[in-house]
Structures are given as structure tokens and as C-alpha cells.
């Protein structure tokens, strides 16, 4: 059975400082996603990662798949406020999809 | 344009009653899921189906019976609610590619329906 770990699971983050989230997995897997939810919302998709070696970035977030070392990274640079949410990767398990525990992120002013 | 449109949004119940929630996708996909998202936001797989076909059935209650009349609905229906029940339930939709295409299973999600139960 696949397992899905983020750590940490809470980050109070000061502005314009850099950040990293950690996604690990247990099981071999050919895709790995990030979603972000903001409070009383729904899941919105980030990034798809479909290779080893992928990385992708929109903003000041990027993602990176290591799928050698069944890791993925969510970094954030020079945070800003309107990051504030909780941020889930999931990985792909056959027809499904398991979601990590989710990674809330608050951003002081 | 709502693509993964969920009713209704909130669900207030006594324990031991019976009730649907209705999920419906203009996306075109072939795939639908319902997933549960407890107090503490963790996540789960509940029924997936594909074109009406139940493909992913995890270990939850028989109380809980999800029903696809054609594959842009997915409804769920619980029956003799519990506290446990409380939660908020997720609809999502996927389309299927084959490996290796941008796009991949990449899931789109409903607003929610959160349902209390008393």
C-alpha cells in the first residue's frame, strides 16, 4: 500500500524568505502532483510531475520529482502573503490517487 | 461555467437519517471520484468510476452507495448517518491519457458539500 508523507505539516514563513516542502512516498509511481487548497475552498492543481528529473515552476513555486529517491519538492521563493493555504502532493497509486496529510503554510506580515 | 458542480454545499442532519449528494461535470471526463476530507484535512479515495463502471471501491461502510446514471454524474447517498460521517465530501473528475502525456489523470475538484451531522 502506498504511503504518502509531507513534512513539515505546518510552516509559519516570514515574507521574502525561501522555503521548502518535502513530499516522500513509499511505492514506485509514474506521476506526482501538488495541489493548493485555501481555507473553506477546494483543490486546485499546481503541477503535474511525470518524469525523474522534472521540474516545474509558475511563480514563486517550483517542483521538482526525484523519483529515484521517491521525493518531491515544493520550494517556495520569497514568500508572500497570498501563498497562505495548505498544500497537498499526491502521488499516483494504479486507478487512484493518495494524497499526502497536507502542508498548511501562513505567510507573517 | 462550473466544471465539477456539487449539491448542495451544506448538509446539516440528525444522526440515523439518509441523504444524497449530487455531482455532476461538464469537462467531458471519463472518470469520477468522491473523496472524504475529515477535520484535519487528510484526504481519501472513496469510489472512483469510469464511463458508469464502478473501477475503485475502498474499504468504506456499505452504508455509503455511490451511483453514476452516465458519466458526467457521480451521486452518493449515505444512508443511517453517523457523527463519523461528518466531513467534507469531495466530487473530482479526470480524463484519461495514456502514460506519459501532459495532462495525465490530473483531477478537478467540486466545491465541497460539507455535511454535519448532529
Known amino acids: 500500500e502506498l504511503k504518502v508523507e509531507q513534512n513539515p505539516l505546518f510552516l509559519s514563513m516570514q515574507e521574502e524568505k525561501n522555503y521548502t516542502i518535502y513530499c516522500n512516498y513509499s511505492?514506485?509511481?509514474?506521476?506526482l502532483y501538488w495541489y493548493r487548497q485555501d481555507p473553506g475552498k477546494s483543490l486546485e492543481s499546481l503541477f503535474v510531475?511525470?518524469?525523474?528529473?522534472a521540474v516545474k515552476q509558475e511563480g514563486r513555486l517550483m517542483a521538482s520529482l526525484d523519483t529515484k529517491a521517491r521525493l518531491s519538492t515544493l520550494h517556495i521563493t520569497a514568500a508572500v502573503h497570498d501563498l497562505s493555504a495548505t498544500y497537498f502532493c499526491?502521488?499516483?497509486?494504479?486507478?487512484?490517487?493518495?494524497f499526502g496529510a497536507g502542508t498548511i503554510l501562513r505567510v507573517k506580515s | 461555467d462550473t466544471a465539477v458542480s456539487q449539491t448542495p454545499k451544506y448538509l446539516v442532519t440528525q444522526m440515523g437519517n439518509d441523504k444524497s449528494i449530487k455531482c455532476e461535470q461538464n469537462?467531458?471526463?471519463?472518470?469520477m471520484y468522491w473523496y472524504k476530507q475529515d477535520s484535519k484535512k487528510f484526504l481519501k479515495i472513496m469510489f472512483s468510476?469510469?464511463?458508469?463502471?464502478?473501477?475503485i471501491n475502498e474499504t468504506v461502510p456499505n452504508r455509503f452507495s455511490p451511483k453514476s446514471p452516465d458519466k458526467a454524474h457521480l451521486n452518493l447517498h449515505i444512508n443511517s448517518l453517523e457523527l463519523g460521517d461528518s466531513a467534507v465530501y469531495f466530487c473530482?473528475?479526470?480524463?484519461?491519457?495514456?502514460?506519459?502525456?501532459?495532462?495525465?489523470?490530473?483531477?478537478?475538484f467540486g466545491a465541497g458539500s460539507r455535511l454535519t451531522v448532529l
Open positions: 473530482a473528475s479526470s480524463q484519461d491519457y495514456p502514460a506519459g502525456l501532459q495532462g495525465a489523470n490530473v483531477l478537478t
Open positions: 511505492t514506485t509511481s509514474d506521476r
Open positions: 510531475l511525470l518524469s525523474n528529473g
Open positions: 499526491a502521488v499516483g497509486y494504479g486507478n487512484k490517487l493518495v
Open positions: 469537462l467531458g471526463h471519463d472518470t
Open positions: 468510476y469510469n464511463n458508469k463502471e464502478l473501477i
